[in-house]
């Protein structure tokens, strides 16, 4: 089980994050960004497990700047809600929340490599700091909503990116994961017979096959290029 601690951003503003210790010496650390949901029970036991596999682990609270102490479920309002807070948040002027990776990043630096992941939003935010935020490793993207757009595709990554996507997936189209894929012939993709929101066992569409196989596969990514 972590806590939570406060970190502060370049540009001096402050929020949480939580932080989840490994057993003993840590071999390197995750920065894990969250869903549409905040740091919610789910995002803190992804987080725990990373630890749980060796990793110091850092789940900013991303969505502070435009509303401080959110913790979704998964209903529709749920939903609804989160994406409101999303578009605050792509609202803000640039840099806007990677400065806010960026201290998390710097913070897990202490424990060596620093990777990162994300899922949802959180996978977009991922396929960003791959291009923009500096000290990191390697990058994952879990079913990045957004990223296959060709302008995001258009992005440079300056570390290794393996990147997860669901066939049955209805926010990200496959033809336009195809066209990820040439746009970006460096990046690791896999594609799992699976819906959006394939990692979470709190949503009605978590696939345990395709989570265990994307986990599996993400942390020997991990042991390769954090430690």
Same mark, same amino acid.
């Given at each position: 089980?972590?806590?939570?601690?406060?970190?502060?951003?370049?540009?001096?503003?402050?929020?949480?994050?939580?932080?989840?210790?490994?057993?003993?010496?840590?071999?390197?650390?995750?920065?894990?960004?969250?869903?549409?949901?905040?740091?919610?029970?789910?995002?803190?036991?992804?987080?725990?497990?990373y630890?749980?596999?060796?990793?110091?682990?850092?789940?900013?609270?991303?969505?502070?700047?435009?509303?401080?102490?959110?913790?979704?479920?998964?209903?529709?309002?749920?939903?609804?809600?989160?994406?409101?807070?999303?578009?605050?948040?792509?609202?803000?002027?640039?840099p806007?929340?990677?400065?806010?990776?960026?201290?998390?990043?710097?913070? *897990?630096?202490?424990? =060596?490599?620093?990777?990162? !992941?994300? @899922?949802?939003? /959180? $996978?977009?935010? #991922?396929?960003?700091?791959? *291009?923009?935020?500096? =000290?990191?490793?390697?990058? !994952?993207? @879990?079913?990045? /909503? $957004?990223?296959? #757009?060709?302008?995001?595709? *258009?992005?440079?990554?300056?570390?290794?990116?393996?990147?997860?996507?669901?066939?049955?997936?209805?926010?990200?189209?496959?033809?336009?994961?195809?066209?990820?894929?040439?746009?970006?012939?460096?990046?690791?993709?896999?594609?799992?017979?699976?819906?959006?929101?394939?990692n979470?066992?709190?949503?009605?569409?978590?696939?345990?096959?395709?989570?265990?196989?994307?986990?599996?596969?993400?942390?020997?990514?991990?042991?390769?290029?954090?430690?």
């Open positions: 089980m972590g806590q939570f601690i406060d970190l502060t951003a370049k540009d001096g503003f402050t929020f949480p994050a939580y932080v989840a210790e490994p057993a003993g010496q840590p071999k390197g650390a995750i920065v894990v960004l969250q869903e549409i949901f905040g740091v919610n029970s789910h995002i803190r036991s992804v987080a725990d497990g630890a749980a596999a060796g990793y110091l682990a850092v789940a900013p609270a991303t969505f502070h700047r435009v509303k401080p102490g959110v913790e979704l479920g998964y209903t529709g309002d749920d939903m609804q809600a989160g994406s409101a807070l999303k578009a605050a948040v792509e609202a803000l002027p640039a806007g929340v990677l400065q806010d990776v960026q201290a998390a990043v710097a913070y *897990a630096a202490k424990a =060596g490599k620093v990777g990162i !992941v994300g @899922y949802c939003w /959180g $996978g977009l935010l #991922t396929w960003r700091s791959a *291009a923009g935020v500096s =000290g990191i490793a390697a990058a !994952v993207p @879990y079913y990045g /909503g $957004g990223m296959t #757009t060709p302008e995001e595709s *258009a992005r440079s990554p300056k570390v290794p990116v393996l990147a997860h996507f669901g066939s049955k997936d209805h926010w990200i189209s496959l033809e336009s994961v195809e066209a990820f894929k040439k746009a970006q012939p460096a990046v690791e993709v896999h594609v799992y017979e699976a819906d959006h929101g394939f979470c066992d709190q949503r009605g569409s978590y696939d345990a096959a395709a989570a265990k196989l994307a986990k599996e596969r993400t942390l020997a990514f991990f042991a390769k290029h954090v430690g």
